[in-house]
């Protein structure tokens, strides 16, 4: 199977779909490379003082994960969720949906993110990043503007 088919991919979501939480063993499941990419999921909240993004990363470890700025409004979350059980080579996969490998997301940041402050936590597999707010000032509209001549 090739894991970036996007046809094979919709055919495997809707297999699992009709399946719904029935797991079988009577079948040869197939634990390709279509399980190595995953995306987590983010939640970005505004709040009067500060945005705040949450990002889903269960089974990642802290040190697996790294967050940059990657220009003034651009902030990168990236990492690895490594397989939770070392395969033996003995071993048959029976089933497979379970998501690891490397990830990456990119969260883009208003004018008004103060990102000399920013600051995370991880804790319980969510990745906390606050994001303060800074004053921009406003231009005031409405005010004319003289025209001279040269």
Known sequence: MDPFDPFRQAQVATERLLRGSMLGFDEDYECSAYHLNWTPSVDVIERPDRFVIQAELPGTRREDIELQLASPTMLHLSGERKLLTPRAPDER???CEQRWGRFFRSVQLPPTADTASISATH???VLEVTVPKK????????????????
């Open 123 to 125: 804790d319980n597999g």
């Open 135 to 150: 004053e921009v000032p406003e231009r005031p509209a409405g005010v004319r503007i003289p025209i001279r001549t040269t």
């Open 93 to 95: 996969m029976r089933v």
